[in-house]
Each structure stands twice: as C-alpha cells, then as structure tokens.
C-alpha cells in the first residue's frame, strides 16, 4: 500500500488560480503532510490537475477525493490511474466514488441507477482492463467514498480500502469493524480555527448545507448512525454541526482528529475552513502540520 501517513489535506481548488494550486500544493508537501486529496465536482479535470501538481512537487502523495465514476469508463479510468502512477513517481492514489444523483443526472446527463452494483462492475471491468503502456511494478491501490455498510464491504473485499467524507469519529469506528485490519481506513474531517461559538458556527452551516438535507447519501448515512430528521431541520442542529466540523483552539481539533485515530483511522485528511470565502485556512494548515 502507498505510504500516505497519519495526516492529509482535502480540499477544493476551484477557487483557486493554477499559480495558486502549485503555491498550496508545495505549502501542504513543506509541511510533513503525506497527502493531498482533491475533489471532482464541476471543476477542473482531476488527472490533468493532479499530474501538473506531481510535476511540481517531490514527495507528496496526490489523491482523488474522489473521482466520479459516472464520469469516465471503467478503461478510461484505469489508463488516467496508471499514467499518474507513472508520472508521479509512484505518488498517486485513486479514489474513487459514485457521487449523487444531482450531480450525475442534472449536470452530466447520467442515469444515476443502483450505484452499489455499479460499483462493483465497475471495480470488476478495471480489474480486466489491457494496459499496453509501461505499467507500475504493483498493482496501483484504489479506495472507495464509502459510507454505508454495503458498500464499507465493497471496499474490504474489492478496493484497498475506504476514504469516508462527512463523517463524524462514530463512523471511522464502524467503518473500522466492517473493513478490518489490513485495509486503508482515511477519513476526512473539516476543522475551523475559530474559538468563537457563532463565528465558528456560523462558518460550519455554511459547509454542512451544501450536503445536507439536499443529498441523500449523507443524509442516509447520518440517520444509520443515530441522527434524526430534527438535526437536519433550520440549518442542522448544533449537535450535527459540532460532530461533523471540529471548532475551536488546536488542542481541540487535535483531540477530535485522535477521535477517528483511537477509532481505527490511519489517516486523516484534513478540510481547513475558514471563516470567511472559499480558500483554505493557511494558519490551520500550518498549526496542525505533522
């Protein structure tokens, strides 16, 4: 399995000018992190993204967080993984997910239909794809955006392991029983350094709203663990909001990631908020570097 280390960052580069992407990119790489996940959304093209990103950075894992696999065919797919895996030195992971039904149907034009299964086909076609370029001298790791217990199971037996988003420390543990040991287990988790109850809430909402209550996926996945429809009502409860993004001073964030780290993560990737606009936290970045 690649090494990645206990500690990543997520985030989204939309925001941010190329110029500026290489800037973060080598800030979070002269930090300690062991890797840099970043998303597909409606944004850039990920693999062109991250293979200009491994072109200007030495060590640093880079990561999808997760490329859609509605988006590419299952050839396509493994031809992208490999050459990045080649281009990089070795310095890339593939994540992978099934996304959600706005994304799929409304934006790309998709069917979005029994996204388990297809899954799993898909998993099965990449296994069997020809590759007649040079090839890595393993077979490159693949993880899955996985949340629910269907598809954590997917991940123990088909992936390398699962890469779980929007989740609260509860499902870094149940996620840990269902894959067991030997499989990747790196959750994301988004912070805001921000000691203020309402500044730092406030800030929260925002980013807790873009997932719920519109998309099913987390919303279904956060009812299994124990939450209920009046967490989800006038902009989330405090509750959801607490356990989805860790406020407060370091030592606080610090505790909350060792939450998912006693409750059988190896890694953590981190979602430096800030409290105000779409660009991440650089003080955050550096105040809880490795």
Known sequence: ??????????????????????A???????????ALWVPEAIGREPFVHLAYLASKTSTLVLATGIANIWARDAVTMTAA???????????????LGVSHAPLVEDVRGHHYHRPLSYMQSYLEKMASVMYDS?????????VLAALRQRMLALARDKADGA????????????????????????????????NDPA???????????????????YKNNLLELGYTEADFANGCSDRLVDDIVAWGDVTTIKARLQE??????????????????RLPNMATVEVLAP
């Open 260 to 277: 998912h780290y006693d409750a059988g993560a190896d890694h953590v990737c981190i979602l430096p908020l800030s409290t105000t606009g």
């Open 134 to 142: 040079p090839a890595p001298a393993e077979k490159p790791p693949v």
């Open 1 to 22: 399995m690649i090494a990645i280390g206990k500690m990543g960052i997520w985030f989204s580069h939309n925001a941010m000018s190329i110029a500026e992407s290489v």
């Open 163 to 194: 890469h779980p988003y929007f989740v609260p420390p509860a499902h870094t543990r149940r996620a840990r029983e269902i894959l067991g040991a030997g499989k990747l287990l790196a959750p994301a988790q988004a912070v805001i350094l921000e």
């Open 81 to 95: 993984q490999k050459t990045l895996v080649e281009l990089s030195g070795n310095r890339f992971l593939l994540g």
């Open 199 to 217: 500044r730092a809430r406030a800030a929260a909402r925002e980013y807790v709203k873009t997932y719920v209550p519109r998309l099913s996926n």
């Open 24 to 34: 973060f990119a080598q800030k979070v790489e002269d930090c300690g992190y062991g």
